[in-house]
């Protein structure tokens, strides 16, 4: 129990100090009374609104109004695009969200299972292939894939398109591109930029585990008990090598929202990634702000489910542990 | 004279390094009876881990066996294959290792792990294999057997754990148990516990264990004969009250010379420290020519640094020395 | 075989010198290792050689020729000039400009990495040697920073700084911005690793021996301890190199890293993507090329790196 308030208490750490970044941005860059009432407005004029907008109260309590404004999801007006920034959030999310989810599904689905079999048979010709081409996925930035597949399969084939989300169908809020065939089209050069970096840092990230459990003491004493090889392999090498994967994977989830900022921009995907490049290009602050409590937002959110997630996967952590009142 | 259960014929295993292959284990010879603890005991490095590994046919890349043969029960084990001798291990063959909460998987109940083990060598159906599995640990003295059957490894204390791997290793009545350095990870006081129910469990069933050890204490508890190892090959063997009285080959003399004893403290009352053995043992890159113990050896002769001796017996016992070799009779000239 | 003489007993007193060493040993047997040092070595030479070995100089953006623009490898100008990449929609020589976005990538990257050193070794030392709250805060401030991606930091950072400047300063200062916004990334690592060794290092005779003769704090950190964390700092800089010169890239090609008008690889493959479809392959993909290449070079050398230090520095 105590590790569980630790963490929420780490967590709400986390989320005020980015409200206070995002606030400080908010407040002292740029002057939201200047794009309020223009250049031609008087001092005194200046000054009402000021107070008016409750500029003149203590910092203190503008950071508490601050916050409260966030909790109830009013986070301001966009400078350029003059909407209020949270429809402007909920309107791009769900573009952002299927392409992550997409290529998380990609790297973990081709990444755990190439993984497995290069720890398996550590000195095939294949697995050294593999891992050779494992390096690409390192060595090779994010965007040239993006531009090289583009210029595969959209210039020289004309297979699939190069930008855009397709057609998209709507429900309520939420907007899909999985139903149509176009929809589906536009998704595949995208995610597979997006998941091929995190495919190979699966691989190899489960290759090592697993490596590492297969030397250890009870796989040992599991073959010299005379276990079925696959036993062995995958009923207790594999288990423990997919708790630790597990948890980073999880991690990975961020990553990939980090990198859906590169992927949007190279396929010009209408999602959040693309929105905070041009909130950087054209110093829309207010959007750059909450941009920064998103971000941490999820953040911390996704790190909470994981360690949740490893508690109650790994019984040494978890909940089994504190139901028993610890070792006998 | 009992018939021997296990019989390791000159075995010989090889490592592969970039450079060339090592010799880890030379013609190497031994036996265990029925019932009978055999002690093989030695510094680390000495090989004793591999020759328990080779047995059991756990060799792994780089080493493998590059010649001798091993029986159970007068059969060849060591030719067989790989799915052979697994239906083998844990069957005919079991192991104890060193680390108890290092050999037991975490993310799994113990329950689970002796069910698995018993069903997958017995075709009895779960709930009697669980059954079996509370009666084991009743046997190896874990109190509330059943509803341990539910804990997780890391619930229980280190001499609990390995009696549970004890469970592991006797749970389908094998005939021969290889058990390395099994008290090595524990309290002491928790020791002397784990000796005894191995003693006890291997006397019940006429088991055959081999007890990998560095300890002399362990093997003067334990053993029924002892085995000395140096540098890959056996030095030495012998009932262990012969070896430990009366020593053959000079190592074993100096192995025996540091078991801390009460008469030996009162003896020694001037000596103001444990003798060691000066030096250390060779790397087996570094084998020296000759009989590979002469430079650390107190009464070595000429003929130590140019040939190797071989393992000439002498009644229930036997040594690799020139010294033994030479006196045919057994006696070892005394040195000062 | 067994009979064969190495007397384990005359093992040499004195390690050898260091040309006949393990690690040059290693060094000359993997092709690898040589392989790759010789391209990073290679770059690095035509990157601090570019005024005297591009043959355009690309840095004043009133030399370019526009009428030249978009010109295909092999080319001649309007005027005579031999472009022998190509020119981009500028009229900038492909070949000068990628050897001096080269030399703004290893800039940049080299200027990263050895700020985040520097910066993760301080504080690392500190957190390590004084203990406490120093310790307590530096180590939650590493914690919450190394779950964001460096990306991410990096271009928040940079954005926050493009706000509060106007436009023409943060042009000016671009660079050290970059440098600064992509050191806050990596320096965790390092802080990390130093602090660890010092922590052992802190518990050692020799240490508390200095303390108590009075020899003052720094002298310890700086004599004693330094030295030993060479070793590490430099496997994770190596490795850290290549994806300081990727960051720096994908800001540049993002449109929030060097301004366009200054050379960089990213900028460059970012310029090249709006004529993909009219079929000016190169302006976008020979940068992305050498990019490739440098970072697959310093990649590689660094992981040969890593494994060939790891036994010593068990020891």
Redesign the interface.
């Known amino acids: 129990m105590g590790f569980m308030i630790g963490r929420l208490g780490q967590t709400l750490i986390v989320l005020l100090v980015a409200a206070l970044v995002s606030f400080m941005l908010f407040r002292y860059v740029g002057d939201p009374v200047n794009n309020m009432v223009g250049q031609a407005a008087s001092l005194a004029d200046r000054e009402a609104m000021r107070t008016q907008l409750g500029l003149n109260d203590p910092v203190a309590v503008q950071f508490a109004r601050f916050v409260g404004d966030v909790l109830r999801g009013d986070l301001g007006m966009s400078y350029r695009f003059g909407q209020p920034i949270s429809d402007l959030l909920l309107q791009r999310l769900p573009a952002t969200l299927e392409l992550s989810l997409l290529s998380i599904l990609l790297a973990a689905g081709l990444g755990v299972p190439l993984g497995v079999w290069t720890a398996l048979h550590p000195r095939s010709r294949s697995a050294k292939l593999l891992m050779l081409a494992s390096l690409a996925g390192v060595a090779l930035p994010t965007f040239l894939i993006g531009i090289v597949l583009i210029l595969v399969f959209s210039v020289w084939l004309g297979w699939l398109p190069s930008f855009g989300r397709g057609e998209v169908v709507s429900f309520g809020a939420w907007t899909t591109g999985l139903l149509t065939a176009s929809g589906l089209k536009a998704l595949v050069l995208p995610s597979v930029t997006l998941g091929l970096f995190q495919m190979t840092l699966i691989m190899r990230l489960v290759r090592a585990e697993m490596q590492e459990v297969l030397r250890s003491d009870f796989i040992r004493f599991a073959r010299a008990r005379g276990l079925k090889r696959a036993t062995v392999n995958y009923d207790h090498g594999l288990r423990n090598t997919l708790v630790p994967v597990i948890t980073i994977v999880g991690l990975q989830f961020g990553n990939v929202f980090a990198f859906s900022v590169i992927v949007e921009t190279v396929f010009q995907w209408p999602g959040l990634g693309l929105l905070v490049i041009q909130a950087i290009q054209f110093a829309d602050v207010p959007l750059l702000a909450a941009y920064i409590v998103l971000v941490a937002l999820c953040f911390a959110i996704i790190n909470l489910i994981v360690d949740i997630l490893y508690a109650v996967i790994d019984p040494r952590v978890g909940a089994a542990q504190l139901a028993r009142g610890g070792a006998a | 004279m009992t018939t021997p259960l296990l019989q390791v014929e000159n075995l010989r295993v090889e490592i592969a390094t970039r450079h060339r292959d090592l010799v880890a284990i030379d013609d190497l010879s031994l036996s265990i009876g029925e019932g009978e603890v055999l002690g093989v005991v030695g510094e680390s490095g000495a090989g004793k881990s591999i020759t328990g590994n080779a047995i059991l046919g756990l060799l792994e890349w780089p080493a493998r066996k590059t010649g001798g043969r091993i029986l159970l029960e007068g059969r060849r084990i060591d030719d067989l294959d790989e799915e052979e001798m697994r239906r083998l291990r844990g069957r005919q063959i079991g192991a104890v290792f060193q680390d108890p909460l290092a050999s037991l998987d975490p993310l799994m109940t113990i329950g689970y792990q002796l069910v698995q083990t018993i069903t997958t060598h017995l075709d009895i159906p779960r709930d009697e294999a669980r059954e079996r599995a509370a009666r084991l640990l009743a046997e190896v003295g874990i109190p509330a057997p059943r509803e341990r059957l539910d804990s997780y490894p890391h619930e229980l204390s280190g001499g609990m754990r390995q009696r549970i791997v004890l469970a592991l290793a006797f749970c389908c009545e094998p005939r021969v148990v290889i058990a390395d350095e099994p008290t090595t990870a524990l309290d002491v006081s928790v020791q002397a516990q784990v000796i005894d129910l191995l003693k006890r469990m291997c006397r019940e069933r006429g088991t055959a264990v081999m007890l990998v050890t560095h300890d002399m204490g362990v093997i003067a508890e334990a053993a029924d004969r002892v085995a000395v190892m140096y540098a890959g090959r056996v030095v030495e063997t012998g009932p262990t009250m012969d070896v430990l009285r009366a020593p053959l080959h000079p190592y074993s003399r100096g192995l025996m010379a540091s078991i801390p004893s009460m008469r030996r403290a009162a003896r020694d009352r001037a000596r103001a420290d444990l003798p060691m053995i000066p030096g250390a043992m060779p790397r087996l890159d570094a084998l020296p020519r000759g009989c590979a113990f002469h430079p650390r050896c107190p009464v070595a002769i000429a003929r130590c640094a140019r040939e190797r001796p071989p393992f000439v017996p002498a009644g229930p016992s036997g040594g690799a020395c020139w010294l033994v070799a030479d006196g045919a009779s057994g006696e070892v000239p005394a040195h000062a | 075989?067994?009979?064969?003489?190495?007397?384990?007993?005359d093992a040499p007193d004195h390690p050898p010198a260091w040309w006949r060493g393990d690690f040059v040993h290693g060094f000359v047997r993997s092709p690898v290792a040589i392989v790759s040092a010789t391209i990073v070595a290679m770059l690095l030479l035509l990157a601090i050689l570019a005024p005297f070995v591009a043959p355009y100089d690309v840095r004043d953006p009133a030399k370019a020729n526009v009428v030249d623009a978009r010109l295909p490898p092999s080319s001649t100008g309007m005027f005579g000039d031999q472009y022998s990449l190509g020119t981009d929609p500028q009229g900038r020589d492909m070949l000068s400009a990628m050897i001096y976005g080269l030399r703004t990538s290893l800039l940049v990257g080299l200027g990263a990495i050895g700020l985040a050193a520097a910066c993760g070794i301080a504080l690392g030392l500190a957190s390590g040697y004084f203990g406490g709250t120093i310790d307590a805060v530096i180590m939650r401030a590493a914690d919450?920073q190394s779950?964001?991606?460096a990306?991410?930091i990096a271009?928040?950072i940079?954005?926050?700084t493009?706000?509060?400047m106007d436009r023409t300063t943060h042009e000016a200062l671009a660079v050290p911005i970059l440098i600064a916004a992509i050191a806050a990334s990596f320096w965790v690592q390092y802080a990390r690793v130093v602090r660890g060794l010092v922590l052992v290092e802190r518990g050692r005779e020799y240490v508390l021996a200095a303390r108590v003769t009075g020899v003052r704090t720094v002298t310890i950190l700086f004599r004693h301890i330094l030295p030993n964390v060479l070793g590490p700092v430099l496997v994770i800089a190596t490795i850290n190199l290549?994806l300081a010169i990727?960051t720096e890239?994908?800001l540049s090609?993002?449109?929030?890293g060097i301004p366009p008008t200054q050379p960089s690889l990213?900028s460059l493959?970012r310029i090249g993507?709006e004529f993909?479809?009219s079929?000016d392959?190169w302006i976008?993909?020979m940068p992305?090329g050498l990019?490739?290449v440098l970072?697959?070079g310093v990649?590689?050398f660094g992981d040969w790196l890593r494994d060939a230090l790891n036994p010593r520095l068990a020891s």
């Open positions: 075989m067994s009979d064969e003489t190495l007397e384990g007993a919450v779950s964001f991606p990306i991410l271009l928040l940079d954005g926050i493009r706000t509060l290549a990727l890239a994908t090609f993002l449109g929030v990213g493959v993507n993909l479809f079929g392959w976008s993909l992305g990019l490739v970072s697959l990649n590689l």
